[in-house]
């Protein structure tokens, strides 16, 4: 019996992967004589035609629509007799198979308003509600807004003397039920995600509108032209970057492994002995 390396075979989410060849290149170019091979999967054996994902023939094997639980340990199993000693011949290779997504960007959204007191409890109430309206709006397109955090400073102004800043910042991500979807309500999630970015946009520039056109100023404010938003590198939750265990696909989002797990808008995966699927995005 020889039993060769394993191998990891990366393919794309809802994609197809490579030929998975049973044999090595140098040994596909021979005839064998009595060649049988055996393959198997993640859920057990795989039985031709059992199964429209994963197609098999022979010494090779192909995934169609990679989803993350068809992630997993794949082995096949050859054995043939050779044409000079007739000795029987078993071989034995192992691939482990990751589903991936292409890195991608978050925005992080950081908002000013002026408030007449650092302590005042309608600060945080502000905040909550500014979160419920947004999600509000961003629902049908699958998208929330996470990690909301507010800081008030109370700054002097030489002209105005003594003002109180709100510094409201959070991200925008994708709900985590439909993280995963190709394909909803006819867009996909990249565009998706542009799409909500301008609902969140378009709705500072509504509130910098109403409180240019106010008579008397309520006690916390939008300042106008205060909106920024950055953009930074993200995976999908369920999915993270990690150079060292897989340097074949350093820059993709490679399905968390089990007993690990990302969520939001985390760019790694992390411990979680909780875990016990490919995918996981709750610990």
């Known amino acids: 019996n020889v039993h060769l390396p394993k191998v990891n075979v990366y393919v794309r989410v809802h994609g197809r992967s490579p030929l998975i060849h049973c044999l090595r290149e140098e040994q596909q170019e021979h005839h064998y004589e009595e060649l049988h091979v055996t ?10 035609g059992e199964n429209t994902k994963e197609k098999h023939e022979g010494t090779w094997l192909i995934l169609h629509g990679m989803l993350p639980n068809m992630s997993g340990p794949y082995q096949c199993v050859l054995s043939y007799k050779e044409k000079e000693n007739h000795t029987l011949m078993r071989v034995s290779l192992s691939f482990i198979v990751y589903a991936y997504r292409e ?3 978050a925005h992080t ?8 007191s650092c302590t005042g409890y309608n600060n945080n109430l502000v905040l909550d509600q500014l979160v419920v309206v947004l ?12 990690r909301p955090m507010l800081e008030c400073r109370s700054i002097v102004y030489r002209d105005v003397g003594r003002q ?9 991500s994708h709900t985590r039920h439909h993280s995963h979807t190709l394909d909803v309500l006819g867009v996909l999630p990249a565009i998706r995600f542009r799409l909500a970015s301008n609902i969140v946009e378009s709705f500072f520039k509504k509130q910098e509108r109403i409180v ?14 205060s909106l920024y938003k950055f953009k930074d590198a993200h995976c999908m939750p369920g999915y993270g970057k990690d150079k060292i265990i897989h340097p074949d696909c350093s ?3 490679v399905v968390c492994s089990p007993q690990m797990y990302s969520s939001n808008t985390d760019v790694r995966c992390v411990e979680c002995k909780n875990a016990t699927q490919y995918g996981a995005n709750e610990c």
């Open 251 to 253: 820059s993709c989002c």
């Open 135 to 146: 999600n509000g709006l961003l629902r049908r397109l699958y998208c929330q807004v996470v």
């Open 103 to 105: 890195v991608e960007t």
């Open 164 to 172: 109180c800043l709100l510094e409201i910042s959070f991200v925008g």
């Open 39 to 48: 393959w198997g999967g993640p859920n057990g054996p795989l039985v031709p």
């Open 109 to 116: 959204f950081l908002v000013n308003y002026y408030a007449s």
């Open 212 to 225: 240019r056109f106010l008579e008397t100023l309520p006690s916390i404010y939008l300042i106008g032209g």
